[in-house]
């Protein structure tokens, strides 16, 4: 056997990587924090994830927005998504049709050795409600990373920028997250994983500055291809009182098949 | 790489305690690679052995992402993990199939083909040819890991026990046999093969599901073909001769020579003899590769003996094929294939402990499964079968002790064969109480074990 066979018969390997199917441990925005990790659900997955987020401001001013999002693993390391968020606002109790989202995901290398895993996503936000105009571009830059043994960090640098902002709104706001995952229960049970997050955010409105939020969630395994998600979130503090919002409170369910 | 899509995925849940086993033997794998690249090796036949069975003893329900278990391991052998992942996801995929409920046996053998289609293309697919396993475990780093961690590779055979004895358990049975017959098979697995130290060699699906092997010969030689890849890196991880350079090259030339895309164009049962490209396998049995000391008609099973995979295991007659293929003998760990219900149940008498018979009876769609508790009492999962048996020379056993499914089907046999006709037939009660002993025909091989030195015979 020569090198050269043995790197042909190699080389392919190494360009591929086996997306994880639906698993406590492969961590999505949303599901139940705002960040991701660094993985693309499986080539030739298909995935459900649905869920709520609701803003328990003071008085009356509770909110909701919802989640329902169809995710495909079209290529190797890439999925495509589309998801819709509709949205309730309680201070004027009116539901709104919110946004559609399209999404691409793209993990550009796995995890080797001390070299992080990298991936970008890419979405687009169309809005649903007549008479709204303008499409919102997103676009994050992942980087996953082992800590210890088990868990893993993950920074998530978000630019967001709006084609036709609102009067008093910002075209292109600015974020960065910091996630956590610890998958629990080694070695008996590894069904769940416990995420957290910490994030700096830049205020969608011009004139305010920025602020941060902190959040925790647990991510369980409930069947062979389910989990169900639970994560909490508020505001650490911000640059303007004003804008301060309350806890948030995340539930959902995702499903590969 | 997602799972071929289909309504019989994770099927295996129908018998709970088999996939808890099944799902266990995922952490046994991750827990033991892990230790082994995070400087703990030397924890391995202690602390680590004892947390492994733990986890054994208290399986876990749902599967788990094996990436989550060795993180450390992957990142140093990921392409390792991809090729491993790849045919576990064909180990379920297949025991999926086999367990589902509403399907034909056509239906699922169809499907089948069609699971080892989607496998075998992808680019990090194991070779479903046969391999010589003396080639692959000849090398200078093989039986490392066995010498220095026997109790821990008494585990993975173990694993390796349960990944391929079930499949003749699931093949052309009835679903709700599934779960009796895996009372017998996992209280096996979890009261001795797991702590079995004492096998020559890994076990073989061919060996434990020899009736599978036969119906999907590449399917059977991927599972040893994978075996022995683990074997391998086992070996690799384990030995002192290596640097830990030298040993992640080792692992990749040893992923490469199982690789499918290694032995494209090349056909089972051709290749040069005692290479990597050797692809004979003893007759009768096209899922299995060629094993240490075999001759083209016999080969030696650990805990057997020597074997011809041709004839009957009981009375050394050639064995039937089709519709008519005689039955399987599970029991003490081992499977064997026999020409008549006679030899079946004379067979499961010589040993101590519970026993599965699957047979065929004259209906190919109605496969009868005999379990036997430690006393010899056999439950069928037919209600109303009635045995012939009408004792004479055996190279006809298969004509003269037969099972039907009804009196009716044994009335009709006995009037197309007035041979016969003086015939009753024997309900199970009665059946089970018999036993002719060993056959004349029996012709037992006594040569010494391949794996033994000093010229002991084998067991």
């Known amino acids: 056997m020569t090198a050269t066979r043995l790197a042909a018969g190699l080389g392919i390997l190494g360009t591929l990587t086996l997306g994880l199917a639906t698993d406590h441990n492969n ?68 539901f709104s049709a919110g ?52 868990d893993k960090i993950h920074f998530n640098l978000d630019a967001t920028l709006a084609t036709e902002p609102e009067p008093g709104e910002r075209d292109l706001a600015w974020g960065l997250l910091v996630g956590y995952s610890n998958p629990l229960g080694a070695p008996t049970q590894f069904d769940k994983t416990l995420v957290a997050q910490f994030g700096f955010e830049q205020s969608r409105r011009a004139g305010e500055g920025w602020f941060s939020t902190v959040g925790v969630g647990l991510r369980q395994q409930v069947a062979e291809q389910a ?21 948030r409170i995340t539930l959902g369910y995702s499903m590969g098949f | 790489m997602f799972y071929k899509p289909g309504p019989y995925n994770w099927s295996i849940r129908n018998v709970p305690q088999f996939a808890a086993d099944m799902y266990g033997t995922g952490v046994g794998h991750g827990i033991a690679y892990e230790a082994l690249v995070t400087g703990q090796a030397d924890k391995l036949e202690g602390p680590i052995y004892d947390s492994i069975v733990k986890v054994l003893k208290n399986p876990p329900r749902l599967p788990i992402d094996e990436g989550a278990i060795l993180p450390t391991f992957k990142r140093r052998y990921g392409e390792l993990e991809k090729v491993f992942d790849w045919a576990h996801t064909l180990h379920f995929q297949t025991i999926g199939v086999l367990a589902h409920r509403g399907w034909t046996d056509a239906q699922k053998e169809a499907e089948i083909e069609r699971i080892w289609q989607f496998y075998s293309e992808q680019p990090y697919a194991i070779t479903g040819l046969p391999l010589n396993m003396e080639v692959l475990d000849g090398y200078s780093y093989s039986g490392a890991f066995r010498t220095k961690y026997p109790k821990v590779n008494g585990l993975f055979w173990g694993y390796h026990w349960l990944q391929t004895a079930n499949y003749d358990m699931l093949y052309r049975t009835p679903v709700e046999t599934h ?13 001795t093969e797991l702590f079995n130290t004492e096998r020559e060699f890994m076990p073989m699906t061919g060996e434990l599901s020899p009736r599978f092997a036969k119906r999907f010969p590449e399917i059977a030689n991927s599972f040893d073909n994978l075996h022995m890849l683990h074997d391998n890196v086992n070996d690799i991880l384990a030995t002192n001769e290596l640097t830990e350079v030298q040993k992640k090259q080792q692992i990749r030339i040893a992923i490469w020579r199982v690789l499918a895309t290694t032995h494209q164009g090349e056909t089972a049962g051709e290749g040069e003899a005692n290479s990597l490209h050797d692809h004979r396998y003893p007759f009768g049995m096209p899922g299995m590769g060629w094993m ?16 011809n995979m041709e004839e009957c295991g009981h009375c050394s007659i050639r064995l039937p094929s089709g519709d008519e293929w005689g039955a399987t003998v599970s029991a003490n760990g081992w499977t064997m294939m026999v020409r008549c219900m006679l030899c079946a149940r004379d067979m499961a008498s010589e040993t101590i ?87 004349e025909t029996y012709r037992r091989i006594n040569r ?12």
């Open chain 2, 179 to 191: 779960g009796p017959q895996y009372q017998v098979v996992g209280e096996r697995y979890r009261e």
């Open chain 1, 227 to 247: 989990v169900f998600d639970f994560g909490l979130e508020a505001d650490l503090w911000s640059g303007s009182s004003s804008r301060r919002r309350g806890v």
């Open chain 1, 99 to 150: 946004e559609l989202e399209f999404t691409h995901f793209r993990q550009i290398q796995r995890e080797i050795n001390s070299s992080p895993a990298l991936a970008y996503r890419m979405k687009i936000g169309v809005p649903m409600e007549r008479g709204e105009s303008g499409v919102e571009l997103g676009m994050r830059g992942i980087l996953s990373t082992t800590l210890r043994q088990y």
């Open chain 2, 448 to 459: 010494p074990s391949p794996y033994q030195r000093n010229g002991e015979v084998g067991p």
């Open chain 2, 353 to 439: 402990g519970k026993a599965i018979i699957r047979a065929a009876t004259e209906d190919p769609k109605q496969t009868l499964v005999l379990i036997s508790d430690e006393l010899g009492n056999w439950t069928s999962n037919l209600p109303e079968i009635v045995f012939l048996e009408v004792k004479a020379d055996h190279p006809e056993c298969n004509d003269w002790s037969k099972v039907f499914t009804s009196r009716r089907a044994f009335d009709a046999y006995i009037a197309e064969n007035p041979d016969y006709k003086d015939a009753q037939p024997i309900a199970l009660s009665e059946w089970q109480t018999r036993n002719e002993g060993t056959p």
């Open chain 2, 292 to 307: 240490k000391g075999a001759t083209e008609s016999e080969m030696y099973m650990s805990g057997m003996g020597w074997m």
């Open chain 1, 27 to 94: 961590v999505d925005a949303g599901r139940p924090l705002r960040f991701d990790d660094a993985s693309s659900i499986a080539f030739g997955e298909r995935a459900i994830e649905w869920g709520v987020t609701g803003n328990l401001g003071r008085g009356r001013n509770n909110s909701a927005v919802g989640a329902l999002e169809f995710k495909y693993g079209f290529a190797k390391n890439q999925d495509l998504g589309i998801a819709w968020h509709p949205q309730y606002a309680g201070a004027n109790q009116r």
